[in-house]
Structures are given as C-alpha cells and as structure tokens.
C-alpha cells in the first residue's frame, strides 16, 4: 500500500510512520509542515529510506494537498495533523480553528475529488481514517466509560474544533459516500513527545531540578495508551475496520494525575538519584487549575477488542519506566527544545485584555 500520513514527524504520527518503514512493505509518504512540535530527527534513522517520502506542506493549503495527492496516489490516507495542546488552545484558538478544522476540509475535499476517479480495486481498497481525542466528549463522573455512542460535549477550543473535525469526516461518508473511518483515542505517552504534555514536561522539569507542577488538586484522572499500541490500533482500523464506524481506543489505564506525575518520581528516584539525596518528590508544586479542566477521560474500548482483535499491550507502569529511560538515554533530542522552542512555562492561563 501507499500510505499517506499527515503530521508524521509530531508524536503519534512519528511512532507510526517509524512502524509503518520498519515493520511492514508499505511505502510511506509523511505530509507535515513542521510546526513548533514536529521533530525530524525523530525519523533521522528512515530519512533516507526508499519506501519513505516527506513532503512539507499546510493542509489547509488546498493546491499542496492537491498535488501531493495527485502525485503520489495513496491507498490510504491517514489524518494526524492536528494542534494538540489544551493550553495552547487556550492562548491562541486560531490555530487551532485553521489546523483542525480548515486543514480537515481542505483534505476531505481533495480526497473525495480523488476518490471520485479512482476505478477498479484502487477504488475498493482506498481509505481516509480521521484521528481524534477523547477530549470529544468532554468530562465524565467518577464512574462510567466514553463509548463510540457517547454524545459530544468539548470543553476547550482544542476539543471543540477536533470535534467539528469528527462531525465532517462522518457527514462525508454519509453525503459523498467517501470511505472514512474515525479514531478517538485516550491520552497517549511514551517516547519522542514534545515536553508540554504532562509526562516529558514532568521527566524533564525534574531532571532541570526545576518545580514540577501539579494543576488543582491532582485528582483528574486520564485513560493512558502507549503510543506504539496506539500505532497498532490505528493499522488494525485501516486493515480491518468499516467505512463509517467509529472506533475508541485506550489502554484501560486510568490513573489521576497526582499519581503518574509520582510514579515518574519514583522511576528517577531510583534511575537518576539526586545527588543531594532528596526524592524528586520534594520538586512537587500544586498551581491554579487550567480553565475548563475536563475532570476525567476514559474510553470503553470493546469495539475495537471484538470487531478488530486489537487490545493495548502495554500495562501502564512498564510504560511509563521505558519512556522516562528513554527521556534519560536522549538528553540531547529533549535539551534542545526546552532552550530555543519552549522552556516548560505555564501556558493557557487567561488574561484580561489591554
């Protein structure tokens, strides 16, 4: 197959385009265009590969999407592009909007003008699969799962607009007829993520010695996947599962904040000491809540598990010891981002205008 992924350099579409080279016979074609969180040298080691191709470029730029379509033929499309970061959302929603939401229709739109002349089994074998958040459904109670079935109720500008993002995907295979697919995944970890989520900025706030903040009370709760399960959901989806259905993936790892931003202190606690003797622990700072904070994530994953034979792999804690080892073996790949792109400053916080 000729696979398509947009923001294959970011987090999630770097570990599948890294398994799509390394583990499979597809040719891969990575359409980004290298904002603020995308790492090229993430795929440093299939730069050169003959079944890779990188092409930079906006989707919501419709002549690139265009020509990169035309040029290259996919059998599947696969969209990863996406601003990501809640905080970020908070600060600048336009982004968000243009990325998310614009980037969307522009790519759905030259995909059905695509689709449309394809003939014969390029036609019966071609897919787009949309990836999206949980964060689609807003906040749950204490007990419960998000389903497939679940209503949507987004909370933050980034939810919002992954949402409108979902909305369309599913009205093109309705009104056209396009062969799409959508993915709502929990809260992904794991290597080579940009260290403004949680788990890196934590890793290495800590190994800075500097405070490692906590929102609130610490108590909200998130559904963790590996991010290397979660690049096996999204084949088995493409391989295996039903133009128009949705599918909820998660690793069936709910733990509340407070608890993973400790259970990181103690991996360093044990894995690089301190040299003072005190726990990492003590680095522990509580800040203001962020505005809209969603409570709890958890996503109910039986589809998947039943019509698709997929199930994470990964229990949580023997993958929160290999990413913080990784953050440790790769100094160099995470030092150079917290010095020229972003320096673990509190984002999303809301000010009066001037």
Same mark, same amino acid.
């Given at each position: 197959?000729?696979?398509? !992924? ?14 799509? !080279? ?71 929603? @336009? ?22 002349? =394809? ?11 949309? !990836? ?57 970890? @794991? ?42 959901? =999204? ?111 509190? =984002? ?7």
């Amino acid at each position: 197959m000729k696979i398509c !992924v947009t923001g294959g350099t970011g987090f999630i579409g770097s570990a599948l385009v890294l398994q799509l !080279v390394n583990k499979t016979e597809h040719f891969v074609v990575n359409i980004d265009s290298l904002t603020y969180a995308a790492r090229p040298e993430s795929l440093a080691s299939v730069s050169t590969h003959e079944r890779y191709h990188f092409e930079q470029g906006d989707i919501a730029d419709q002549e690139f999407v265009q020509r990169v379509i035309s040029t290259h033929r996919p059998d599947w499309i696969i969209n990863l592009a996406a601003e990501s970061h809640v905080d970020r959302s908070i600060d600048g929603p @336009g982004g968000f909007v243009h990325t998310n939401i614009l980037g969307t229709f522009i790519l759905l739109e030259e995909a059905r003008n695509y689709f449309a002349n =394809l003939t014969g089994e390029k036609r019966n074998r071609f897919r787009l699969l949309h !990836v999206s958040t949980d964060e689609v459904f807003g906040s749950l109670g204490d007990k419960g799962l998000f389903t497939e079935d679940s209503p949507y109720d987004p909370s933050s500008p980034y939810s919002a607009t992954k949402a409108g993002a979902d909305h369309m995907v599913r009205s093109w295979f309705r009104t056209y007829g396009l062969p799409t697919l959508i993915s709502n995944c929990t809260n992904n970890y @794991g290597p080579r993520q940009f260290p403004e989520k949680l788990i890196p900025l934590v890793i290495t706030n800590a190994l800075l010695k500097k405070p490692l903040p906590v929102y609130g009370d610490g108590q909200q709760v998130r559904d963790w996947l590996f991010v290397q399960d979660h690049a096996n959901a =999204l084949m088995a989806i493409l391989e295996k599962g039903q133009p128009g259905r949705t599918y909820g993936i998660s690793g069936r790892c709910e733990r509340p904040n407070i608890d993973v931003v400790k259970g990181i202190c103690s991996i360093l606690d044990n894995r690089s000491p301190d040299k003072t003797g005190n726990s990492y622990n003590d680095l522990i700072t509580y800040v203001e809540d962020r505005p809209g904070h969603d409570r709890r994530y958890a996503i109910d994953p039986t589809r998947i598990n039943e019509e698709l034979a997929w199930a994470a792999e990964t229990p949580f804690e023997e993958g929160l010891e290999q990413t913080v080892e990784w953050y440790l073996e790769n100094v160099d790949w995470w030092e150079s981002i917290r010095q020229e792109k972003y320096d673990g400053a509190r =984002l999303g916080t809301i000010t009066s205008p001037d």
